[in-house]
């Protein structure tokens, strides 16, 4: 899957991380921790839920316990919801995340818009659409770093039971298949303490940041010697 990036037009001062994982992986857990100690590198941190929903964030949002419940939308409907998630990442990005990186904040999407390609049901998306969904998530702006919390089926299974062994199993495995074409991917243990986790993703993002600053002052050195 190709994914559209904008790291050229953006100042790296905050960071745009996205996680990814089944329910019950501990992304809730990950995410609150990081909330509350963004680290010294940040101002501060702005969290949102798969999509920018148009500034809103993560407000307001009530825990899904059911996530394969509804049906399918049909195909035409499905197609204009489609279109109208990539809109809210594209006008999202320009108007609310943006901004907040260039305020030196941390940015944390948990889920993004190639979580459809994973789990069709939860986002009610027919397979008759799947082909026009991947085209979709492949012109969504790529997040800086993309996180996937990876743990076994069982051990999902037995923080959350919202699906059959047999789906966390299928997801586990559609997740690690998509990480593979995902560039700025990092796949992490969540088998373990939440602490342990979150220290994990706190020393990629400072890794990636002093790589981003070292290539920036590269760059600046190659422009002096152009001119």
């Given at each position: ?31 609150e921790c990081l909330e509350a100690n963004p680290g010294d ?18 407000r307001g949002r009530d825990p899904v316990t059911q996530p ?158 152009l001119d």
């Amino acid at each position: 899957m190709r994914q559209q990036s904008c790291s050229s037009d953006r100042v790296a001062r905050g960071l745009w991380i996205a996680v990814f994982g089944p329910d019950g992986v501990g992304k809730s857990a990950l995410i609150e921790c990081l909330e509350a100690n963004p680290g010294d590198a940040f101002r501060g941190c702005t969290r949102f839920h798969f999509r920018p929903h148009f500034g809103r964030g993560d407000r307001g949002r009530d825990p899904v316990t059911q996530p394969h419940a509804q049906s399918p939308r049909g195909v035409v409907l499905s197609i204009c919801k489609l279109l109208y998630w990539l809109l809210d990442c594209w006008l999202g990005y320009l108007f609310f995340v943006s901004p907040n990186l260039r305020r030196s904040r941390l940015v944390i999407f948990d889920r993004y818009l190639p979580d459809i390609l994973i789990d069709p049901v939860r986002y009610r998306l027919p397979a008759s659409g799947m082909a026009f969904a991947g085209y979709i998530a492949g012109l969504a702006l790529q997040p800086d770093l993309c996180i996937l919390l990876d743990a076994p089926a069982e051990t999902v299974q037995q923080r959350k039971r919202e699906v059959s062994p047999a789906e966390s199993q299928r997801q586990r495995f559609e997740y690690l298949n998509l990480f593979r074409t995902l560039s700025y991917s990092l796949v992490v243990n969540a088998d373990r303490p939440v602490a342990d986790v979150a220290d994990n993703v706190n020393a990629a993002m400072r890794h990636f940041m002093m790589d981003s600053h070292r290539q920036q002052r590269a760059a600046l050195v190659a422009d002096a010697q152009l001119d």
